[in-house]
Every structure is written in structure tokens, then in C-alpha cells.
């Protein structure tokens, strides 16, 4: 659904998110296939913090209202309970003034993004001094002859390595640090 409505409208700067699947893993920097993507789209991932539903405020609300014009009670059918969810978009969207923009429906300042799906998602570029490292398909990559375990949803992907202090790496996919890698014990920490 991501990829037709980023077709169809564009691609959004952020897009915020709780710490739940498909959104994010238990891995480094909570790397999962979709947030792989999206980097490679250019598109930041805003995460809540762990347990704080009122980072998200608006949405839990939207959520709230959704449910209670639309589920209490459910509708009979799956077709009467999909009536239900479209005239409530309907509403939502065109008719009903929402505070936070000045009493007017979204629909009203809603526009697509300027920034197009584009045909072939690029390739990562680091700068010179990086050393740039493929991640295998098993999620690893070399460095100073270790095998390193990084994530699987960066498999085929190239990384860039920085020396940010004496034997301390920073560790970039495009322009995100997801960890850091100490030499004195080979590990990676977030």
C-alpha cells in the first residue's frame, strides 16, 4: 500500500511511528525491512518512544473516534462495516473542522508531496573517507578481518564506516548513524 500511495501522491519528508512491527525489530537501530526502505527513499522515521502512546497524540485520538463511529457496534456485513469506514473518511477528511488546522477539514490543506517516487531507488554515496562495506545476505560485513552481524534487512546494501575517535566507528546507511563499532571488542552498540 506504501509504494502505490507514494506513487500516487509522492513521498512524505517523516513519517512518525510507534516501535511496533512492520515499523521497527528488536535489532540495531531497529532496522527492519520497511524502515530500510524508506531510508533509501529519503524519508525520516520518527519513532515514539517505547510505551508513550501520547507522542502520538492525534493519531491515538483519530483512532478513538474511528472506533467509536465505526466498530460499537460492528456492522452485520463486511460490506456494511466497509460503508462505515468510508463515510466516516468522508467525514473526516471533507467535512469535519479539525482545531489543529484552524477549523478547517484536511482536505481543504492537503497537497501532494513535491517530492516524486523515483523510478530506481538510488544507491547510497559516502564520503571519501568512509570505508564503504556490502552487507551480506546473512546480515554481516568484514572489518579488520572480523565478521561482523549488523542486520538482515541491510542485506545487498552498502554501509559506510567512519572513524569518529581512535578505534571508534560510526556506522552510516545513507545519512542515518545506526550504531557505533568499538575495535577493542569488535562489538557494535546502538
Known amino acids: 500500500?506504501?509504494?502505490?500511495l507514494f506513487r500516487d501522491v509522492g513521498l512524505p519528508r517523516a513519517i512518525r511511528t510507534d516501535n511496533g512491527a512492520p515499523f521497527c525489530s528488536t535489532?540495531?537501530?531497529?532496522?527492519?525491512?520497511?524502515?530500510?526502505?524508506?531510508?533509501?527513499?529519503?524519508?525520516?522515521?520518527?519513532?515514539?518512544?517505547?510505551?508513550?502512546?501520547?507522542e502520538n497524540g492525534a493519531?491515538?485520538?483519530m483512532h478513538r473516534t474511528l472506533k467509536a463511529e465505526t466498530t460499537r457496534p460492528p456492522a452485520r456485513t463486511r460490506?456494511?462495516?466497509?460503508r462505515r469506514f468510508q463515510r466516516f473518511r468522508t467525514e473526516y477528511n471533507h467535512e469535519r473542522p479539525h482545531e489543529a488546522l484552524g477549523q478547517q477539514p484536511?482536505?481543504?490543506?492537503?497537497?501532494?508531496?513535491?517530492?516524486?517516487?523515483?523510478?530506481?531507488?538510488?544507491?547510497?554515496?559516502?564520503?571519501?573517507?568512509?570505508?564503504?562495506?556490502?552487507?551480506?545476505?546473512?546480515?554481516?560485513?568484514?572489518?579488520?578481518?572480523?565478521?561482523?552481524?549488523?542486520?538482515?534487512?541491510?542485506k545487498?546494501?552498502?554501509?559506510?564506516?567512519?572513524?569518529?575517535?581512535?578505534?571508534?566507528?560510526?556506522i552510516y546507511f545513507y545519512d542515518v548513524l545506526l550504531g557505533k563499532l568499538h575495535e577493542r571488542d569488535f562489538?557494535?552498540?546502538a
Not at 1 to 4: A, E, L, S, V, W
Not at 79 to 82: D, E, H, P, S, T
Request: proline share 9%; charged share 20%; with cysteine.
Open 1 to 4: 500500500m506504501f509504494d502505490r
Open 27 to 54: 535489532g540495531i537501530h531497529g532496522l527492519c525491512a520497511m524502515n530500510v526502505w524508506w531510508i533509501r527513499l529519503g524519508i525520516a522515521q520518527q519513532r515514539i518512544q517505547p510505551s508513550h502512546p501520547e
Open 59 to 61: 493519531h491515538e485520538r
Open 106 to 154: 484536511p482536505a481543504t490543506v492537503w497537497h501532494p508531496s513535491p517530492r516524486p517516487y523515483p523510478r530506481r531507488l538510488p544507491h547510497p554515496e559516502y564520503p571519501g573517507h568512509h570505508l564503504v562495506r556490502l552487507v551480506s545476505d546473512a546480515g554481516t560485513f568484514r572489518f579488520k578481518a572480523q565478521q561482523l552481524f549488523l542486520s538482515q534487512a541491510l
Open 187 to 189: 562489538r557494535i552498540y
Open 79 to 82: 460490506r456494511g462495516q466497509q
Open 156 to 170: 545487498q546494501d552498502y554501509i559506510g564506516l567512519e572513524e569518529t575517535a581512535d578505534g571508534v566507528w560510526s
